[in-house]
């Protein structure tokens, strides 16, 4: 009976590792040997943010793309970013600008459109992955408050140090997180996906 249900569990174990890409919350690919990931089921622009956007004021996000191989407690590769959102009250339109570098900026966009340009403007170099060794993606981001915004920029730009440990920290009851996931998910298949063997 044990082994039943181990074989049972080995066997689900097995069809979800199997999912297609598109089944999971986050979706990786390949660009120029750099991971990046979409996120459409993820929706950002909601609740007090939105509201202090309506309201016209601008907001500060952090994102932060965490990559973790199968069974390894450390990431192996992190990008963090900070971008300022804002609402055009006349238009209904967002704007998003990423701090830091590298910088950037975008106008006229939906709300859709805004959070998947800050979703895939994050990547992560697969230098050195091993193509066969599962790993697994997630993606965080948190709405800065007010207080926090003046401490995350140094004349070089965006304290990744800081930024990095505003993600470690222990949420707070009332403030305002998000976060997608996938995995495992292989190189090797990525890059099948993409037509590229290497």
């Not at 459409?40 to 601008?58: D, I, S, V, Y």
């Amino acid at each position: 009976m044990r082994t039943l249900r181990l074989a049972r569990r080995r066997l689900l174990a097995a069809a979800v590792a199997c999912l297609p890409l598109s089944a999971q919350t986050l979706i990786p690919r390949l660009t120029n040997d750099h991971l990046h990931v979409s996120a459409p089921q993820l929706h950002f622009l909601t609740g007090k943010l939105l509201e202090r956007l309506h309201n016209g004021a601008p907001v500060a996000i952090a994102l932060q793309l965490v990559l973790t191989p199968e069974g390894a407690l450390a990431p192996a590769a992190r990008d963090v970013a900070r971008f300022v959102l804002s609402y055009d009250l006349w238009e209904e339109k967002f704007a998003v600008t990423r701090l830091g570098r590298p910088a950037g900026s975008v106008s006229h966009l939906t709300a859709e459109a805004a959070e998947a340009w800050c979703v895939e403007a994050l990547s992560l170099p697969v230098a050195g992955l091993d193509p066969g060794k599962p790993f697994r993606l997630k993606l965080e981001g948190r709405l800065e408050a007010p207080r926090e915004e003046a401490g995350l920029e140094t004349e070089a730009g965006v304290s990744l140090a800081r930024l990095v440990e505003l993600f470690s920290r222990r949420s707070r009851q009332r403030e305002e997180r998000w976060s997608a996931q996938a995995g495992p998910v292989r190189l090797a298949d990525l890059r099948k996906s993409s037509g590229r063997v290497r």
